[in-house]
């Protein structure tokens, strides 16, 4: 019987070891107290409730308070563990000791001063105990918010809401605040049970042991990332790669970036880069480029591969940038205008990479191709968006500015605005319509609000309302007041104020790049890490005009013309 008993005690003592100082772990106390006090072992019970009060808990307060029951029911004898009895026997005799040689012939303590130490020796034994419980509440008060936004503390395989990813987070940052270290550890391993599915979370964890020097911590959750739980997801492996660099395991970080080219994510332009400038500041070159060159070759062969114009793209910026190679950059991004179908990443590319060399400019080249991509035709079908179109036509536009002369300025601006100045006319007619009728709608409102609320005739003659003819004295009809979209205003196509930006910093360095729209991912599950290059899909940036800065106030006015914000530099979501 006591080996049963000593092994179910153990059994409660393993599982309280991983969640016992979670939040939410009172069912298993309960079953341990429930437990103990079927036995009868009061020490025991007395002991389960000293550990639950060092902890917030969902329940402390209720635990509190039957600690408090238990003491006011059994004597501190029963109470105490046997360590704790020891210990309490041993101060005893060491106070004896003292006193007898402070007065040798003293006589020995009355039973009432007995009585009197033992109530002492209780509420020592209660003080720290609630000292512990304050502790606890006090920590309680302060991640009650965090605790009671967590949803879902389980797995599951739907994603969670945006609001409990970044209460984790933010969780986490509190956490890692503080000084206690087996709290930060308990509250990841928390965290991943619900985000299991999220690589942020495991690459976070991993970061975290590294910096604070728990290495096995950190293998052991990359391990559990990469093998199990997101073994599928390539920013991973990424990671991966990158921390194994970091520590000088060459091959390791190499086989990572391998199992993401041949079996998580083949063509992901994002590994690709990263593998080739880690070979570039290993000081090997040609393997860097070798490995641009074997990606092109295998994305040659598939078919509508939207990979490809970004690997020429990024190659003939990696042969610039580094090896200093004008010709040879120039001539891979010629090699891509032959062997796919035109794209505003590659026509940026190109309109980049020929804003600084030096003159002269090839503008036929380029006018030739923005015109095959801004205007398809059955040859030559583009499934490019309207807007992307309008872009790239702006784009153009900004380095005719600079580097065409008058005939081809003339030629590309009647072309843009045969294209798109219908279309952005269309558009802004819509709006007004709707705007219109939204006002249309409100004055309405304000009209039965007046009538209802004002007194009139009508009302000051409750029968007068029937007595004139159907139609009779309709009054005349009120125009809202003109609103800021009502105005017709010219807007241009383009922004003819933007500065070319990008131009002039090919080969000394880029601006930071603008953060860029959201981009497809190339596979499921693979988020927004990082954002430096977009992740198989062409980002999408705006150029859309703001509204009129202000509403026309009469009808002699000329309504004000529409300020254009100069668009960022078009190249900062590729270079």
Partial sequence: MDIVRLFRGRLFERGLVYVGTDYLSFPLWDKYLEYEDTQQAWSNVAAIYTQILQNPNQQLDRYFEGFKELVASRPLSELRTPEE????????????????????????????????????????????????????????????????????????????????????????????????????????????????????????????????????????????????????????????????????????????????????????????????????????????????????????????????????????????????????????????????????????????????????????????????????????????????????????????????????IKKADDRHAKLFLRHRTSSDSKKRQAEDYIVSEKTKLAKSSVAATNPSVVGAYPGAQNQWPAGYGVQGQTWPQATQAQSQQWNPGYAQQAAYGAYGSYGTGYAPPQAPAASVPSSAGYGAYPSTFPAQAFPQQNYTQPAAAGAATTALTPAPQATTVPPTAYYGSYY
């Fill in 85 to 408: 009895a020891a210990t309490a026997a041993a101060a005893e005799a060491g106070d004896e000791q003292i006193e007898g040689e402070v007065n040798p012939g003293s006589e020995p303590s009355k039973p009432v001063s007995t009585s009197l130490k033992d109530a002492e020796e209780l509420e020592k034994y209660i003080a720290i105990r609630e000292e512990m419980y304050k502790k606890a509440k006090e920590f309680d008060s302060k991640i009650i918010g965090f605790e009671t936004s967590i949803r879902r503390p389980y797995f599951h395989v739907r994603p969670l809401n945006v609001g409990e990813l970044e209460n984790w987070h933010n969780y986490l940052d509190f956490i890692e605040g503080g000084d206690d270290f087996n709290k930060v550890v308990k509250l990841y391993e928390r965290c991943l049970i619900a985000c299991a599915n999220y690589p942020e979370y495991w690459i976070r964890y991993v970061s975290c042991m590294e910096t604070s020097g728990s290495l096995d911590l950190a293998d052991n959750a990359l391990a559990r990332a990469t093998q199990v739980f997101v073994k599928r997801q390539p920013e991973i492996h990424l990671f991966a790669a990158q921390l194994r660099e970091q520590r000088g395991d060459i091959p390791g970080a190499r086989a990572a970036y391998q199992l993401v080219h041949a079996e998580i994510s083949p063509g992901l332009v994002e590994a690709i880069i990263k593998h080739a400038n880690m070979e570039r500041r290993l000081g090997n070159l040609d393997d860097a480029c070798s490995i641009y060159e074997q990606a092109i070759a295998i994305e040659k062969g598939k078919e509508h591969s939207q990979s490809l114009p970004l690997l020429f793209a990024q190659y003939s910026r990696f042969l610039y940038l580094v090896s200093g190679k004008v010709e040879k950059a120039r001539e891979i991004l010629d090699q891509a205008v032959e062997n796919v179908q035109l794209s505003k990443p590659l026509l940026e590319a190109l309109i980049h990479l020929e804003s600084i060399q030096s003159l002269p400019k090839r503008v036929d080249l380029l006018d030739s191709l923005v015109d095959k991509f801004l205007v398809p035709s059955p040859e030559n079908p583009n499934v490019a968006s309207v807007d992307e179109r309008e872009e790239l036509s702006s784009i153009f536009l900004e380095f005719l500015d600079l580097f065409g002369d008058a005939v081809s």
